[in-house]
Nanobody, 121 residues
């Protein structure tokens, strides 16, 4: 069993900052890519940022330069630092991770339960 538990969401004013965390626990041999997605009401889930185990990252154009993804492989945790937040960043944010439970099985994607981020004055 693998669980991803997110924290750090909340209400923030435009221009403010939030830091999301997502910790993986359970039967884990290795974690490959980890990422953050978001889903606003009435819209499809979209990729926000992703980070490989080796440290390479990619971002959605809408957040590049404002958001920073990082990970602590020793803690099986991925973070999303969000600065200069805008009302259009309002969404439920989900983390995901490609996790292999042992050396013989391929990675499988796991999702967190989601955390609400609301940017409003």
């Amino acid at each position: 069993q693998v669980q991803l538990v997110e924290s750090g969401g909340g209400l923030v004013q435009p221009g403010g900052s939030l830091r999301l965390s997502c910790a993986a626990s359970g039967t884990i041999f290795t974690i490959n890519d980890m990422g953050w997605y978001r889903q606003a009401p009435g819209k499809q889930r979209e990729l926000v940022a992703a980070a490989s185990r080796g440290g390479s990252t990619n971002y959605a154009d809408s957040v590049a330069g404002r958001f920073t993804i990082s990970r602590d492989n020793a803690k099986n945790t991925v973070y999303l630092q969000m600065n200069s937040l805008k009302p259009e960043d309002t969404a439920v944010y989900f983390c995901n991770a490609w996790i292999s439970p042992n050396r013989y099985l391929p990675s499988h994607v796991y999702w967190g339960q989601g955390t609400q981020v609301t940017v409003s004055s």
